[in-house]
Structures are given as C-alpha cells and as structure tokens.
T-cell receptor, first 113, second 116 residues
Framework: DSGVTQTPKHLITATGQRVTLRCSPRSGDLSVYWYQQSLDQGLQFLIQYYNGEERAKGNILERFSAQQFPDLHSELNLSSLELGDSALYFC????????????FGQGTRLTVV | AQKITQTQPGMFVQEKEAVTLDCTYDTSDQSYGLFWYKQPSSGEMIFLIYQGSYDEQNATEGRYSLNFQKARKSANLVISASQLGDSAMYFCAMREGTGGSYIPTFGRGTSLIVHP
C-alpha cells in the first residue's frame, strides 16, 4: 500500500460529460502530481500542486483542471469528455526534493463511450 | 528530446535468470534522482529503487540493483533470480529541475516477460 488513495477506481461515462477524480496523498506529502497513461502516449505529466498552489503544468488540456484543497487532497476535473480521453489517470505524491520517490495511487481507469 | 530513454520495448527472461533493463537519461543538472517503477497487469505503479546522482555506490534493494554509470548517463535495472511475478512493465524515471517542481519524468517503459 503506497499510502496514496485514488477514487474511483473505474469510471465509465459518455462523451461530452464531466467527471471528477479524487486523490488523497500520503500523510505529510505536500506535492501532488497528476499523470495520464494511455497506450500510445505513455505516462504524461499533467499538473503539479504543492501545498495548495499550482506549481507546474504539463500537457494538460484546457478542458481539464485541478485543485488542491487545504487538507491537501486533490481533484482532477475532466470536462467535455472525448473518446480519446479514455486512459488510466494516476495521482502521485512526494516529499520535498528531487531525491525523494513519488508514490502512486492505484489509478482511475476512465472509459469514455 | 527525450529525457528518459528505454530502448527495449520488450524483454524475455527465463525464470531464475538475471535480466538487465536499460535506461539512459539526459540532464544538465548536477543533482538529480533516478527511479525505477514496476507496473503489473493490475495497473498500479510500484516504486522499486532509487539512485541519487551523488551516490557513489550502486543502489540495491533485495533482488533489484541499479547499475549507475554517471559518465554514460545510464541507470540500468538489474533483476537477479527472476520470478514469474516479475512479469510486468518497468519504467525508469528521473527527478531534476529548478524552482522546486522536481517533476518525475518517465520513459516509455519495458515489458518484461518471465518464462517458466
């Protein structure tokens, strides 16, 4: 158990809909990262939050947004969903510094039909 | 340019044999961290081993060891005495950066299949 909790584990929704993915980081970790993993793109970094503030952005679409709350849990909001958004979405958390490992949640498998 | 390159899309190994999964990286930073993760078919990402850029000794964790060659910018994962449960995708990752982001960047992964 990595200590990072993601919900839900599976999500099936229709095109055009909006969903929210939730992540609770490991106790004490201030950084949260969101990744998208699809078969053809590998693990793509989407966005990072640190102690409630957005710290870095990667290949995140404008239809996607995220936030981190005062209790450090984070949510990734995906809207106007398209078939191509079907993927495994991971949340990871870590301590401060480049020499600490990031721990991953179990992922949310999103299927857009 | 790719930050992390894993040139082996797939590898096969006989049970109980050792296997090396290749990883090369690209950075101009002096301080960085290198990591390996395992992703079994169930999907979760499991942290295996870490190597710091200033560490002089190669990292080891049980059957996993990291063959770190700084001058060549390579960080190969060695799995000794392979087991059937080692069949999975393996990802090499690096943390570097400025401004406190230290975003983990991943390679495309290597699929390892262990034969009985």
């Amino acid at each position: 158990d990595s200590g990072v909790t993601q919900t839900p584990k599976h999500l099936i929704t229709a095109t055009g809909q909006r969903v929210t993915l939730r992540c609770s980081p490991r106790s004490g970790d201030l950084s949260v990262y969101w990744y998208q993993q699809s078969l053809d793109q590998g693990l793509q970094f989407l966005i990072q939050y640190y102690n409630g503030e957005e710290r870095a952005k990667g290949n995140i679409l404008e239809r996607f947004s995220a936030q981190q709350f005062p209790d450090l849990h984070s949510e990734l909001n995906l809207s106007s969903l398209e078939l191509g958004d079907s993927a495994l979405y991971f949340c990871a958390s870590s301590g401060v510094g480049r020499n600490t490992e990031a721990f991953f949640g179990q992922g949310t498998r999103l299927t857009v039909v | 340019a790719q930050k992390i390159t894993q040139t082996q899309p797939g590898m096969f190994v006989q049970e109980k044999e050792a296997v090396t999964l290749d990883c090369t990286y690209d950075t101009s930073d002096q301080s960085y961290g290198l990591f390996w993760y395992k992703q079994p078919s169930s999907g979760e990402m499991i942290f295996l081993i870490y190597q710091g850029s200033y560490d002089e000794q190669n990292a080891t964790e049980g059957r996993y060891s990291l063959n770190f060659q700084k001058a060549r910018k390579s960080a190969n994962l060695v799995i000794s005495a392979s087991q059937l449960g080692d069949s999975a995708m393996y990802f090499c990752a690096m943390r570097e950066g400025t401004g406190g982001s230290y975003i983990p960047t991943f390679g495309r992964g290597t699929s390892l299949i262990v034969h009985p």
